[in-house]
């Protein structure tokens, strides 16, 4: 491979429908129709904001050059769009959707069931991160690079499992809401140690593991295919720090003000 592929292989139109359709979607329904469904409260602001980020990320990873580039050239891009689509766009995601949406689907008695069985905290820890683990193995992610059918079902199989194991931590909804602060800043320090294992064989691998890219010609790096695949294992592994940091703040914070305000609150009583 010596040459870049053209305007649509590199800005997938399919994927730009997909977020446009969502997009249109969640505005004319969630964040301007919610009158027109029972209990449904206010979308507010910082909720657009936060979905449309996420729509925005997830054309970023799967429809821009990222994903070309990444399938075809270079192993480290091919992980910068995994952290992106796996470990940052659930978050936002989950962040948008008011909770009337998903109670919504909750009346489905067979929706509810699978639902809250793959949200289970365990369950959806240890799935995604076993998934994650699996495609990451050689000769799994060398077949499947080789067949896109099965390449995108895996994705989407690791996309909802993604958003299934961000779920019990940023849950839109209260009633659902299984896991104190507490135990949400050791469910996120779990999945911190078992996505460990799957950068660690990438970044101390002294040879090349994925054969797909050991032998392409790349006009616009001057990296090794060993130098890079290193690199994507660290890339991998820093963007996992730091959103796995900042979601460990975001809760902590969160847990602290709470707890000041409800101090407040009883020092109030107290001098009434």
Known sequence: MS???????????????????????????????NGNFADAEPVTGKQKLYFYTGLALFYIGQGSPINYIGHHYLFSVHMLQQTILYLIVPIFIWLGTPAWVLRLFMQNRVFRGIFSFFTRPLIALFLFNMLFSIYHMPFIMDGLMKNDVLLLSYHTVLLITAFMMWFPVFCPVPELNSLNDLKKLAYIFGNGMLLTPACALIIFADSIIYDMYSNVTVPFTHLSPL?????????MKIVQEVVYGTTLAY??????????????????????
């Open 3 to 33: 040459q870049i592929g053209g305007f649509f292989d590199l800005w997938n139109p399919v994927v730009l429908l997909v977020v446009v359709v969502v997009g249109y979607v969640y505005s004319r329904f969630v964040a301007k129709g």
């Open 227 to 235: 130098d890079d695949q290193q690199l994507g294992g660290v890339l």
């Open 251 to 272: 809760i902590f914070f969160r847990w602290y003000r709470r707890e000041r305000k409800e101090d407040d609150d009883m020092d109030l009583l107290e001098t009434q």
